[in-house]
Antibody, heavy 121, light 114 residues
Framework: QVQLQESGPGLVKPSETLSLTCTVSGGSISSYYWSWIRQPPGKGLEWIGYIYYSGSTNYNPSLKSRVTISVDTSKNQFSLKLSSVTAADTAVYYC???????????????WGQGTLVTVSS | DIVMTQSPDSLAVSLGERATINCKSSQSVLYSSNNKNYLAWYQQKPGQPPKLLIYWASTRESGVPDRFSGSGSGTDFTLTISSLQAEDVAVYYCQQYYSTLLYTFGQGTKLEIK
């Protein structure tokens, strides 16, 4: 059974860069699409972007200028960097697995437990 | 952007009764080349990540009880719980994955026991 686990700082200062890593266990990171999704406290879900194991990416246009998603297949990990953060970026950040083909990449069968990142000085 | 709008925002249903949640997309999510609706439903309980219930608008994910069903096509979709159980209390989200430029979710529907 595939498991995903987010890790990274729970507190980030305004204007700094948020960095998170998702470690995949119980399966290979290869051949799948991997996404980051966030949820501000008490609010709904926002897709941030995805990366294919080969390294191709697609980002939410509203965040594109600040987001970088990368993959390290040797470690079975993928990562998120979000620059110039503000309080509006405070959220639970989830990593999630999409499908293995283009048609199925956009729905998410497996999710991490999520990690709360607070932006505050 | 494809805007997903769910109704109602909250819903209280008696145990054993039917619960119905609606989701409307601002444009069709039916892909004509394969005749599939790019629409998924998720269940989120407090303190937990969302759980995939339904994809392709009506295909139940493995392990999901058959009291959960999805229907609809084009721009109008419905999630139905045929006989509400206590463990179904949660927030439910629809999501379109038709637009690969931007996947979007509905605002969520909170389901409670009456």
């Amino acid at each position: 059974q595939v498991q995903l686990q987010e890790s990274g700082p729970g507190l980030v200062k305004p204007s700094e860069t948020l960095s998170l890593t998702c470690t995949v266990s119980g399966g290979s990171i290869s051949s799948y699409y991997w996404s980051w999704i966030r949820q501000p406290p008490g609010k709904g879900l926002e897709w941030i972007g995805y990366i294919y194991y080969s390294g191709s990416t697609n980002y939410n246009p509203s965040l594109k200028s600040r987001v970088t998603i990368s993959v390290d297949t040797s470690k079975n990990q993928f990562s998120l960097k979000l620059s110039s953060v503000t309080a509006a970026d405070t959220a639970v950040y989830y990593c999630a697995r999409g499908g293995d083909i283009v048609a199925t990449k956009g729905y998410f069968q497996h999710w991490g437990q999520g990690t709360l990142v607070t932006v505050s000085s | 952007d494809i805007v997903m709008t769910q109704s109602p925002d909250s819903l209280a249903v008696s145990l054993g009764e039917r619960a119905t949640i609606n989701c409307k997309s601002s444009q069709s999510v039916l892909y004509s080349s394969n005749n599939k609706n790019y629409l998924a439903w998720y269940q989120q309980k407090p303190g937990q990540p969302p759980k995939l219930l339904i994809y392709w608008a009506s295909t139940r994910e493995s392990g999901v009880p058959d009291r959960f069903s999805g229907s609809g096509s084009g721009t109008d979709f419905t999630l139905t719980i045929s006989s509400l159980q206590a463990e179904d209390v949660a927030v439910y989200y629809c999501q379109q994955y038709y637009s690969t430029l931007l996947y979007t979710f509905g605002q969520g529907t909170k389901l409670e026991i009456k």
